[in-house]
């Protein structure tokens, strides 16, 4: 079975703080992807990042990175100096990717985080 | 660059009634996923087509039903509502092609049933 986890349900931080987002997953599949949506009050899911199972490459973009440790089955997402922007409700997901011709994202619970002025 | 359109994206209904949900995919993409989001939950698969068929099955409820047409979008049929249903239903489209499993969001469709 598949299942992701984001045990932080929500989180508060004051703006220009670093915040780390945790997830972590659980598969049985040898190749699968990960990723990381983001979801603003107004409702749409903001596409952040996607990682290959095989890539184990810590990413940067801008004030966000992203740290992917098989080992441990984590994949977390840090900000770095918030910004009040930030507060949305972010979401780890997974999907297998065996070569089906589609591939369901399982998603996490979400993280709620408030960046405060 | 086109996005995943979905009509309409806020709609009200009465419990018992029939609601349709219509999503258009991203030009050239061939897979549509649907998905529905409840309020303060993740969202959770439904149902997917590739090339007109369907693919795969989540938790769709037997009175949902789905399809995806010749021009590739897709209609989410939804009778007998319940209250339980007032969600956001997000609709999301993908190219098999290139293997990257990317799955592009449209902004959603808010149901309520009053």
């Known amino acids: 079975a598949q299942k992701v986890t984001q045990a932080q349900t929500e989180i508060s931080v004051v703006e220009k703080e670093d915040v780390t987002l945790d997830c972590v997953y659980e598969?049985?599949?040898?190749?699968?992807?990960l990723f990381w949506y983001k979801q603003p009050p107004s409702g749409e899911l903001v596409f952040l990042i996607r990682?290959?199972?095989?890539?184990?490459q810590n990413e940067i973009s801008g004030r966000y990175s992203w740290n992917f440790q098989k080992s441990t089955s984590s994949f977390n997402f840090t900000i770095t100096a918030s910004q009040v922007v930030d507060s949305a409700v972010y979401f780890c997901a997974l999907t297998p990717n065996y070569g089906g011709a589609t591939n369901k994202l399982i998603f996490g619970t979400g993280t709620l985080l408030a960046v405060q002025p | 660059a086109a996005g995943v359109i979905q009509s309409p994206r806020h709609l009200i209904k009465e419990k018992r009634e029939t609601a349709t949900l219509k999503c258009y995919p991203i030009p050239r993409h061939d897979t549509v996923y649907w998905y529905q989001q409840g309020p303060g939950q993740d969202p959770q698969f439904l149902i997917s087509f590739y090339e007109k068929m369907q693919s795969d099955k989540g938790s769709i409820p037997d009175r949902f039903s789905a399809q995806q047409f010749s021009d590739y979008h897709s209609e989410l049929n939804m009778s007998s509502l319940e209250l339980g249903d007032s969600a956001l239903y997000f609709c999301?489209?993908?190219?098999?092609?290139?293997?990257?499993?990317?799955?592009?969001f449209g902004p959603g469709t808010r149901l309520t049933v009053l």
């Open positions: 999301a489209s993908s190219y098999y092609g290139t293997g990257r499993n990317e799955q592009f």
């Open positions: 598969t049985r599949d040898t190749t699968y992807y």
């Open positions: 990682r290959n199972s095989f890539d184990e």
